[in-house]
């Protein structure tokens, strides 16, 4: 019983001095020229969609949930976006050369289709970011679109 | 005299805690500590490319094509370890690659290419084999326009599929058709499109 009450008492301390560590938080007031949305100016439904679903990864904006209060899902949010922002940031889509726009296309149309993205991981808590059947159409036939006109 | 006990715990987890953080920090340093040795290597590389003859530009690329054929080798054979391995090779043959000696507008382009074959040859190094085909394809495109500024010593074939994603293309050394794409599936699925020199 003892035992118990030690270990429970350890992970309690753990669990508080582990609140305690940094997070850097992905947040900016300040949409860049290069933005994606700025740039190719696609339909309001379109905005909304990559809005909801890609931007809190791929952008230097994060709409943050209530847990990202808490450690360790803090980290695991910090790893993510830092990973996500890394493959593609929608906010520096300009600063991309054509090859490698048309590059990061092919990927977000693959990944789209193969339900690979929004991550499920993540559209379990958000529901929103959810891509519906038409919505996936949507977005996969804009990027389409704009691939084509890159070509 | 539980009190004591209690304390001397929350005491020693605080200590663990804290230690764990500053492992947090150390282990940061060692990897700032690795990218300036390889920045390091990376110069002496340079350097030791500098003294060899201006055939060392032209090598640099035959270092890619060599690192991307083994890539498609290990395509044809599906194999997925081998695959991951020579990706990450050839994105390591990219970084090093010295575009100096070319004109301005050549260096701006293979600059593109090189930052863009790098993802691709990155994402290999780390994917399943069918995402690995979907990245050598875009990666064969990059290197296909490699060649066209750096040419090439050996003859290259470039051949075709296309059965795969809507045509795909690829660079081979030999006229004969190994598909990448398809592997022991589709085989001898192409045909060849062009002979570079």
Redesign the interface.
């Known amino acids: 019983m003892r035992i118990v009450k ?1 270990v429970a ?2 992970l309690l ?2 669990f508080v ?2 609140q305690f ?1 940094p997070t850097e938080l992905n947040q900016s007031d300040i949409v860049p020229k290069t933005d994606f949305l700025l740039v190719n100016n696609p339909p309001e439904n379109i905005s909304t969609l990559l809005q909801e679903s890609c931007y809190d990864c791929h952008s230097n904006n994060t709409d943050y949930p209530w847990y990202n209060k808490i450690q360790p899902t803090a980290w695991f949010l910090e790893n993510h976006i830092a990973d996500g922002k890394e493959e593609l940031n929608f906010n520096e889509w300009d600063a991309y ?4 726009k ?2 990061k296309l ?1 990927s977000i149309i ?1 990944q789209v289709e193969d339900d690979e993205m929004p991550l499920s991981s993540y559209t379990l808590i958000h529901k929103d970011a959810k891509l519906s059947k038409s919505e996936k159409t949507l977005v996969i036939d804009y990027m389409k679109k704009l691939k084509g006109n890159l070509e | 005299m539980k009190k004591v006990r ?1 304390t001397t ?2 005491m020693v ?2 200590f ?3 230690t ?2 500053s492992c ?1 920090d150390v282990k940061k340093e060692d990897v700032n500590d690795n990218t300036m040795h390889s920045e390091m290597n990376h110069d002496k590389m340079n350097a030791s490319n500098d003294m060899m003859d201006s055939n060392s530009q032209n090598s640099d690329a035959q270092k890619v094509l060599a690192d991307y054929m083994a890539l498609k080798d290990a395509l044809v054979e599906t194999d997925k370890d081998k695959a991951a391995k020579a990706g990450n090779k050839l994105n390591n043959t990219l970084s090093e690659f010295d575009i100096s000696n070319y004109t301005a507008e050549q260096q701006k382009e293979l600059k ?2 090189i ?2 074959a790098k ?2 040859a990155e994402h290999i190094g780390k994917s399943e084999m069918d995402h690995q085909r ?1 990245h050598f394809k ?1 990666l064969s495109k ?1 290197i296909m326009d490699m060649v066209a500024i750096t040419g090439t010593e050996n003859t290259l074939y470039q051949q075709f599929c296309p059965m795969y994603d809507g045509g795909s293309a690829w660079l081979s050394m030999n006229k004969d058709i190994k598909n990448p794409y398809y592997g022991s599936k589709m085989l001898k699925c192409g045909k060849v499109q062009k002979e570079i020199n």
């Open positions: 030690i008492l350890v301390v753990c001095g582990i560590m050369s054509n090859r490698r048309n590059s092919k693959s | 209690l715990t929350i987890m605080a663990l805690s804290l764990a953080m947090k593109d290419i930052t863009d993802e691709h979907e875009t990059d």
